[in-house]
């Protein structure tokens, strides 16, 4: 997207970057510097390709050299808890980092990944989440996120698949013990439900199986299928949803929200959330 709006940069242009391994597939410098030239801020937004053993470098040097903040992303979410000088509340409850903000309190880390999920998923797919029964693929770091934030929004039952059965069942113990009344088990459910999320990497890559085994849950047996990843726009498993009539949605959302919520913290200015979108859509579908 172009950027002639943006001030030119200079002695006072303030910065922000998103820091991975790998990030050069990344959508968030594009996102993000659409929402500054949207605002007229003179801030820019740049993405470093970080291994683990230079992350606290990176985010000392960062705050050394008065950036306004950073996003991070795989793999130094946990990581980066150790990390910060101070944990927000939203890092304390997710256990992971994916923000943090530099300012005379240090750096301090957010969490803005879990509330992106629910708003995505209220805005894309118009589900209510109090009382909805769930069906949840993966349970890495993105899946464990997905499965508490589900849980704190009261859905009813939660059922937890993953390909190493004992990573969801971990899950299923810490949600009995924060979320005593959400009904949650490892394994599929027999009857209907009204979501099935896939928080797996399956569907990345052109060759990968779809996360669901069908002759274990039948798409007929839910309403709403949402998908964390958005390249490719529709995994296998979105194209079998939308075969079986369900309402699906891919991750694009979550990625704007997520962007949205952080440029907020920074800049404390609201985001330009419908700039954001054009922007991310345009850095991955070429739009
Ligand atoms: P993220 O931070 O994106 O969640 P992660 O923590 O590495 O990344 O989690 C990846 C998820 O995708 C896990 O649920 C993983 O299953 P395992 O816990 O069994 O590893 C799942 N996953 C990755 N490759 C998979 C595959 N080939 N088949 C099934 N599940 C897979």
Known sequence: MPQSNLPAINASTRLCAVIGSPVRHSASPAMHNAA???????????????????????????????????????????LAVEMVDELDESAKTWGAVNTIRFGPDGAVGFNTD???????????????????????????????TAALKLASENVAELFLVNRTQS???????????RFPSVRVASGFPKAMVDLVMNATSLGLKADDASPLDEKQFSLKQTRAVYDMIYQPAETKLLAAAKAADCKTANGIG??????????EI?????????????????????L
């Open 36 to 78: 500054y030239a949207a605002l007229g801020l003179n801030w820019r937004y740049l993405a470093f390709e970080v291994d683990s053993k230079n992350l606290r470098a990176a985010i000392e040097g960062a705050k050394a050299m008065g950036f306004a903040g950073l996003n991070l992303t795989v793999p130094h979410k946990l």
């Open 114 to 144: 879990a509330d992106a999920i629910t708003r995505a998923i209220r805005e894309d797919l118009e589900l209510e989440l109090r009382g909805a029964k769930v069906l949840l693929l993966g349970a890495g770091g993105a899946g464990r």
């Open 167 to 177: 990573k969801a069942e971990e899950i299923a113990k810490e949600i009995k013990k």
């Open 254 to 263: 979550m990625l704007v929200h997520q962007g949205a919520k952080a440029f």
């Open 266 to 286: 920074w800049t404390g200015k609201s985001a330009p959330l419908e700039v954001m979108r054009r922007a991310a859509e345009g850095s991955v579908y070429g």
